[in-house]
């Protein structure tokens, strides 16, 4: 189902068609190369000691037995690695000190998170260097571990780094754990609150959330003896590993060269650097090529989840349900090392409605857990976990629908985001409408047959997306097919709906187009796969290049007509003399006579895409079953409408909405790092971290919103992250329209859920985290 | 992983040998589900490992009123056997339920028992259907009560070189049924919260219950026999009301705790639900069993 | 590497692999997975948790579906392992892949192979699997990326258009 808005709408040819993705027929033979794949010359495995402890001084290393063992070609240690100084690089959805960056790969004198990298070793295979683990000797003296944002933020906190200096509202403040504290304001809001007919105000708390890709990381290095690093890694930001590479390993930008694998999976997770270093390092020392994978346990404990913390939200309304103003204040646990996107949950917790007063307060605090990554619309879905239930539990005060309080409050056009921005044209309500309009909307909720309880929950969310710098070069093949070039990672599709949007161009069918995703030598810039930004972003650099390419056959067959570019048209696929109509060449024809007048024709767009994605608003609707004697919640039902400003291509759009839903239903119900008091994740595997099977989802239907993206030549949104944003408080609201209670902490899980049923019986609210 | 040889012996004797030669240092071998998931963690390390799937009497499935269960034989070879099914639902009801269908193309009960975990969905329906474990060791065999098999979590009562050669359920007898469930926060794939497994005889008038069997798992370091609801059952009528009571008194004789899967709490909760619930259906096999 | 009684050694395994007799040398401690892999070349069957709770190792061993992952390379000597190499006619796709394909039931495509091997099995002994049936089937493979809509359409389709 697709929902277009009332402009007229551009025609298009095969932006909006389904072709089947060019690297598809690879991926269902077992055919492409993922980062465990690749093979090399002279290969061997690496693996990685990792610290069994959250917070420790490592007093002595010794890697002397292990480096002895037989099969062990070389052993690292921290020593191996240089010396970083401190210095900020942003790498777009992360900001990274690099001094940090290099720490967390390998600890550096002291470890501050449980399975921080403390030696490395290569061996002739993997088992080899798993067991020559076991004999490097560590001497720890273990520390208190800082895991919660109690001990974090109290006062005599214990103190994870000496050179951490905090900035608390452009204040440096020294010895803390709050590595940032933000405001952002206008108006008044307590005035506001006290005029108000009506204050609800609330404390949420939300979990850490793994990414949960399937594909643990994989990263080969080659140190070349002439000091050329090649390394291929699965990753979302092959440019950024580049960059990054060379500055914690103190070698030039463009010594290293960085090849994507293909990836399984990333939501984020698969942006910061990990192995790619060590792997580099031991190659250096061994001579040969290295491959480093994670085990599924250390992906769990030492890469980057989603930041976990709590949120307290506050919204006023008048006697007619309009908001008069809401606060927040936004505390992210960042693990590690600072960073966890509270800049996007301050931008995103409020985005839907008109705030006319408002203030969000943000801390960034680190903990003694592996420092959290990005994870699709990283610090948003948590923020939205509070809003959303905030507006459903201010509507059943005040008595009003859900959907009247939305539409009455909705975000528009001109509306300013709580953080600033002013909004451009976009979705919010078109998308409120689409559920409304939807048969899932229409349909009634229905009695359970067996004494189960039965509700309904909305919620919605947005997400701004990104633009930045792509780089796209085309070439004409002899027969009319182009090449395409691209840099970014396909995680789901990506060279596809990139090389749709230049057939468009040159009104060629899709698969005329052959797309090829090369490494970091191979193309101009390109930003990461990441912030919603690869179709909208490289998507323009490829309708720049195939717009030159076509400026160049012009310049071509005027040529051979003997006449002036200006006066060649291309239109349909076909170039055409205006002064002589019979002289006409299809793309096909003009690309068989580039030899001959002049010869190649290969163009490059490069963009810097200012500003947003255009935001893509979403809204979502989900039934639950949930029994009362045992606190299991069954999705019943689940409707997903989001704004695609233009869907390039529909079913990969659907399929961004259905799997951001659920991995969002995940975090409502099961998903958390279940931690010791010491820091030790307990649930460090798929089977106890619980993401949702095949059994746990119903069919999830999407609806494509089109409203169009004016910063995009077709009306292309980035469209990847939104649908995370809504799902934990739409089954949130969905509980408490079942069980009558509120629920304030996620994961909503069966123990939970009977906690909060016997504090309804004895007369407390809900689930209080 | 500490590196280890691959033995496969065609007959117990051999196993037995092999076993005993090495003691703690090696294991039997069926499924593999949990062992090498257990040698990954560096749970422990072994020298050998002695696959069972070649020896004739690990590996057979008898039914001739009884059930023989060899101790290798996975999963689904007692779930799709149709005759099973029919006499033993209440076995059909965990090991169809052991992880998914990949897991069940390996796993055996008897390796759910030898791995001894408190949570073992296993576990209880052989225990209600007072199963017998068939051990071999250098002393010869000798046969214990299921219930009596697991000392602790993942500990057993075997001794150096003996291994669980089958299980050997006794043939219902008229107006038995038995079943068994487990809570999960997912629907499949998970480890039980709680599980319990419930059978009961009926007397001959077919409303009183002659005799009653519940056992359960996830509450305790073993799956254990609930020895005080199971006397309880005995000479009451087979109503939700004896069904609820005998609920509370198997959740007085849970002693769990709260972890990563489930609250304490929580999983009282559960035994008392799951007791009722297992039983409500154990009645309508006893009854359909008359 | 503590005291060693017994050492180690490489042991031959000969099985049908995809159809074709095939020979190779495995430690005795190596996964089917990681002998499929590193030894015979067969990097299709991929490693998500390596303990039998993604699916994504998922291989035919004697027509019945495993996890690749807690099968010892050792164990399949004279026996008969299918993997995703295997599935497709020469120059062509079996209906599952196409289907796949047309469905857009991949994203990253990770979890992809083992989809493919577990809904074959299922098809082959239950060509009209309803979604319910479908689902059991498939909740021992795990994807992240589709949220399962589309892969349950894609064996929908392919049960379809089998028969």
């Given at each position: 189902m697709s929902t277009t808005a009332d402009r007229p709408a551009q025609e298009f040819k095969v932006v909006g068609s389904r072709p089947v993705r060019h690297d598809g027929v690879d991926k269902v033979l077992g055919r492409a190369q993922y980062g465990a794949d690749v093979k090399l010359s002279g290969l061997i495995h690496g693996a990685v000691l990792r610290s069994p402890y959250a917070h420790a001084v490592i007093k002595k290393v010794d890697?002397?037995?292990?480096?002895?063992?037989?099969?062990?070609?070389?052993?690292?240690?921290?020593?191996?690695?240089?010396?970083?100084?401190?210095?900020?690089?942003?790498?777009?959805?992360?900001?990274?000190?690099?001094?940090?960056?290099?720490?967390?790969?390998?600890?550096?004198?002291?470890?501050?998170?449980?399975?921080?990298?403390?030696?490395?070793?290569?061996?002739?295979?993997?088992?080899?260097?798993?067991?020559?683990?076991?004999?490097?000797?560590?001497?720890?003296?273990?520390?208190?571990?800082?895991?919660?944002?109690?001990?974090?933020?109290?006062?005599?906190?214990?103190?994870?780094?000496?050179?951490?200096?905090?900035?608390?509202?452009?204040?440096k403040v020294p010895h803390t754990n709050i590595a940032e504290h933000t405001r952002t304001e206008f108006g008044d809001p307590e005035a506001a609150f006290a005029e108000a007919a009506h204050v609800l105000e609330r404390t949420y708390t939300i979990a850490r959330a793994h990414q949960g890709y399937i594909e643990p990381h994989s990263s080969t290095a080659f140190w070349s003896p002439d000091d050329k690093i090649s390394v291929w890694t699965t990753t979302q930001a092959p440019f950024g590993v580049r960059s990054s590479m060379a500055a914690v390993l103190k070698v030039p930008l463009s010594d290293v060269r960085v090849v994507p694998t293909e990836i399984g999976g990333g939501f984020g997770g698969k942006i910061g650097l990990y192995m790619e270093p060590l792997a580099a390092v031991l190659s250096r020392k061994s001579g040969r090529p290295v491959k480093i994978t994670m085990d599924r346990k250390s992906v769990f404990d030492a890469t980057g989840p989603g930041p976990g913390g709590q949120v307290t939200a506050k919204m006023g309304v008048d006697k007619d349900g309009k908001i008069v103003a809401a606060t927040a204040t936004i505390?992210?646990?960042?693990?590690?090392?600072?960073?966890?996107?509270?800049?996007?949950?301050?931008?995103?917790?409020?985005?839907?409605?008109?705030?006319?007063?408002?203030?969000?307060?943000?801390?960034?605090?680190?903990?003694?857990?592996?420092?959290?990554?990005?994870?699709?619309?990283?610090?948003?879905?948590?923020?939205?976990?509070?809003?959303?239930?905030?507006?459903?539990?201010?509507?059943?005060?005040?008595?009003?629908?859900?959907?009247?309080?939305?539409?009455?409050?909705?975000?528009?056009?001109?509306?300013?985001?709580?953080?600033?921005?002013?909004?451009?044209?976009?979705?919010?309500?078109?998308?409120?409408?689409?559920?409304?309009?939807?048969?899932?909307?229409?349909?009634?909720?229905?009695?359970?047959?067996?004494?189960?309880?039965?509700?309904?929950?909305?919620?919605?969310?947005?997400?701004?997306?990104?633009?930045?710098?792509?780089?796209?070069?085309?070439?004409?093949?002899?027969?009319?097919?182009?090449?395409?070039?691209?840099?970014?990672?396909?995680?789901?599709?990506?060279?596809?709906?990139?090389?749709?949007?230049?057939?468009?161009?040159?009104?060629?069918?899709?698969?005329?187009?052959?797309?090829?995703?090369v490494d970091t030598d191979s193309v101009g810039y390109n930003d990461l796969t990441a912030g919603s930004r690869t179709t909208y972003a490289s998507g323009q650099a490829a309708i720049e290049?195939?717009?030159?390419?076509?400026?160049?056959?012009?310049?071509?067959?005027?040529?051979?007509?003997?006449?002036?570019?200006?006066?060649?048209?291309?239109?349909?696929?076909?170039?055409?003399?205006?002064?002589?109509?019979?002289?006409?060449?299809?793309?096909?024809?003009?690309?068989?006579?580039?030899g001959q007048t002049g010869g190649p024709v290969s163009k490059t767009g490069a963009v810097n895409v200012r500003?947003?994605?255009?935001?893509?608003?979403?809204?979502?609707?989900?039934?639950?079953?949930?029994?009362?004697?045992?606190?299991?919640?069954?999705?019943?039902?689940?409707?997903?409408?989001?704004?695609?400003?233009?869907?390039?291509?529909?079913?990969?759009?659907?399929?961004?909405?259905?799997?951001?839903?659920?991995?969002?239903?995940?975090?409502?119900?099961?998903?958390?790092?279940?931690?010791?008091?010491?820091?030790?994740?307990?649930?460090?595997?798929?089977?106890?971290?619980?993401?949702?099977?095949?059994?746990?989802?119903?069919?999830?239907?999407?609806?494509?919103?089109?409203?169009?993206?004016?910063?995009?030549?077709?009306?292309?949104?980035?469209?990847?992250?939104?649908?995370?944003?809504?799902?934990?408080?739409?089954?949130?609201?969905?509980?408490?329209?079942?069980?009558?209670?509120?629920?304030?902490?996620?994961?909503?899980?069966?123990?939970?859920i009977m906690e909060a049923l016997a504090n309804k019986r004895n007369g407390k609210n809900g689930h209080q985290g | 992983m500490h590196p280890f040889i691959y033995v496969a012996p065609r007959?117990?004797?051999?196993?037995?040998?092999?076993?005993?030669?090495?003691?703690?240092?090696?294991?039997?071998?069926?499924?593999?589900?949990?062992?090498?998931?257990?040698?990954?963690?560096?749970?422990?390390?072994?020298?050998?490992?002695?696959?069972?799937?070649?020896?004739?009497?690990?590996?057979?499935?008898?039914?001739?009123?009884?059930?023989?269960?060899?101790?290798?034989?996975?999963?689904?070879?007692?779930?799709?056997?149709?005759?099973?099914?029919?006499?033993?639902?209440?076995?059909?009801?965990?090991?169809?339920?052991?992880?998914?269908?990949?897991?069940?193309?390996?796993?055996?009960?008897?390796?759910?028992?030898?791995?001894?975990?408190?949570?073992?969905?296993?576990?209880?329906?052989?225990?209600?259907?007072?199963?017998?474990?068939?051990?071999?060791?250098?002393?010869?065999?000798?046969?214990?009560?299921?219930?009596?098999?697991?000392?602790?979590?993942?500990?057993?009562?075997?001794?150096?070189?003996?291994?669980?050669?089958?299980?050997?359920?006794?043939?219902?007898?008229?107006?038995?049924?038995?079943?068994?469930?487990?809570?999960?926060?997912r629907n499949e794939m998970d480890i039980a919260v709680a599980g319990v497994g419930s059978a009961l005889t009926l007397d001959t008038d077919g409303t009183t219950i002659a005799s009653g069997r519940i056992a359960l798992a996830a509450v305790g370091p073993t799956p254990l026999f609930a020895a005080k609801a199971s006397a309880f059952l005995a000479g009451k009528p087979a109503t939700p009301e004896t069904f609820a009571e005998a609920g509370e008194i198997a959740s007085t004789e849970a002693t769990p705790i709260g972890d990563m899967r489930g609250t304490a709490e929580h999983r009282v909760e559960l035994v008392k639900v799951l007791t009722r619930r297992t039983l409500a259906v154990a009645l309508g096999r006893a009854q359909a069993n008359r | 590497m503590t005291q060693q009684e017994t050492p180690v050694r490489k042991v031959p395994v000969a099985c049908t692999l995809n159809g074709q007799q095939t020979e190779f040398l495995a430690a005795p401690y190596q996964s089917l997975l990681e002998a499929l892999r590193e030894v015979v070349g067969l990097t299709g069957t991929k490693e998500g948790c390596n303990d039998g709770n993604c699916g994504a190792c998922t291989v035919s061993l004697d027509g019945r579906i495993v996890d690749s992952c807690l099968v010892l390379a050792a164990e399949v000597d004279g026996r008969q392992v299918d993997t995703i190499e295997g599935m497709a006619p020469p120059h062509g796709l079996h209906p599952l892949q196409q289907a796949f394909l047309e469905e857009a039931a991949l994203q990253c495509g990770i979890c992809t192979p083992g989809f493919l091997v577990a809904a074959r099995a299922l098809l082959e002994r239950e060509p009209h699997p309803d979604e319910h049936r479908i689902r059991l089937w498939l909740a021992g493979n795990l994807c992240r990326c589709t949220g399962y809509d589309k892969i349950v359409r894609a064996v929908q389709r392919a049960a379809d258009e089998t028969t």
């Open positions: 890697v002397s037995r292990a480096e002895a063992a037989p099969g062990v070609f070389a052993a690292i240690t921290g020593n191996d690695m240089p010396v970083t100084a401190p210095r900020l690089v942003d790498m777009m959805e992360e900001v990274t000190n690099l001094k940090w960056a290099s720490e967390r790969v390998m600890a550096h004198g002291k470890a501050v998170y449980r399975g921080h990298p403390v030696a490395a070793v290569a061996a002739v295979d993997q088992n080899t260097a798993l067991e020559a683990l076991k004999l490097i000797e560590v001497e720890y003296e273990p520390l208190e571990a800082v895991i919660s944002l109690e001990d974090a933020m109290k006062p005599d906190a214990v103190i994870i780094h000496d050179d951490l200096v905090g900035d608390h509202l452009g204040e505390r992210y646990m960042a693990g590690a090392y600072p960073g966890s996107s509270i800049s996007a949950a301050t931008a995103g917790i409020f985005a839907c409605y008109k705030v006319p007063n408002v203030r969000i307060d943000a801390y960034d605090v680190v903990i003694n857990m592996s420092k959290t990554a990005a994870y699709r619309a990283p610090g948003t879905p948590q923020a939205t976990f509070a809003s959303e239930s905030l507006v459903s539990e201010l509507c059943e005060t005040i008595g009003m629908d859900p959907m009247e309080f939305h539409l009455l409050n909705a975000a528009e056009e001109g509306t300013r985001r709580p953080d600033g921005p002013v909004f451009p044209r976009i979705g919010n309500v078109a998308c409120m409408e689409a559920i409304h309009n939807s048969d899932h909307f229409k349909s009634e909720l229905g009695e359970s047959p067996d004494g189960k309880l039965r509700g309904r929950g909305f919620a919605s969310g947005y997400w701004n997306g990104g633009g930045n710098r792509s780089s796209v070069t085309i070439s004409v093949n002899d027969d009319g097919v182009v090449s395409l070039v691209e840099g970014n990672p396909d995680i789901g599709g990506t060279r596809t709906t990139i090389a749709m949007q230049a057939a468009e161009v040159f009104g060629l069918p899709a698969h005329d187009v052959h797309p090829t995703v290049a195939a717009r030159q390419v076509v400026e160049e056959i012009k310049k071509r067959v005027a040529m051979i007509w003997e006449t002036e570019p200006e006066n060649v048209s291309f239109e349909d696929s076909v170039f055409q003399n205006k002064v002589a109509p019979d002289q006409r060449f299809t793309f096909k024809e003009a690309a068989g006579k580039l500003g947003s994605g255009g935001g893509s608003f979403a809204a979502h609707l989900c039934d639950v079953e949930v029994d009362p004697e045992t606190g299991k919640v069954q999705i019943l039902r689940y409707t997903a409408a989001q704004d695609a400003g233009k869907a390039v291509h529909p079913s990969y759009v659907e399929g961004q909405f259905q799997g951001g839903a659920a991995q969002g239903i995940g975090w409502a119900l099961n998903e958390e790092y279940y931690t010791s008091p010491d820091g030790v994740m307990q649930n460090a595997s798929f089977l106890d971290y619980r993401m949702p099977t095949a059994l746990d989802l119903p069919m999830i239907d999407a609806i494509v919103v089109e409203v169009p993206n004016t910063n995009h030549p077709f009306g292309v949104r980035g469209i990847g992250e939104t649908s995370i944003v809504p799902p934990a408080p739409a089954v949130g609201n969905a509980i408490a329209d079942a069980i009558g209670v509120r629920m304030y902490q996620t994961p909503m899980n069966p123990s939970r | 007959t117990l004797d051999e196993a037995v040998a092999v076993l005993e030669q090495h003691g703690e240092r090696a294991r039997p071998f069926a499924g593999g589900t949990d062992v090498l998931v257990q040698l990954r963690g560096g749970r422990f390390d072994l020298d050998a490992i002695v696959d069972m799937k070649g020896v004739p009497e690990a590996t057979t499935l008898e039914l001739n009123g009884s059930l023989r269960i060899g101790a290798a034989v996975p999963c689904y070879q007692v779930y799709e056997n149709s005759a099973v099914a029919a006499a033993f639902p209440g076995l059909i009801d965990a090991a169809s339920l052991i992880g998914g269908i990949q897991i069940q193309s390996r796993a055996s009960l008897g390796g759910n028992l030898c791995n001894a975990s408190p949570s073992a969905d296993g576990i209880c329906p052989l225990i209600v259907h007072s199963t017998v474990a068939v051990v071999r060791g250098p002393q010869g065999e000798r046969r214990v009560p299921v219930e009596e098999f697991c000392t602790g979590p993942g500990a057993t009562v075997l001794e150096r070189g003996e291994l669980l050669v089958a299980l050997e359920v006794p043939a219902p007898a008229r107006g038995f049924g038995a079943a068994y469930q487990r809570f999960i926060p | -």
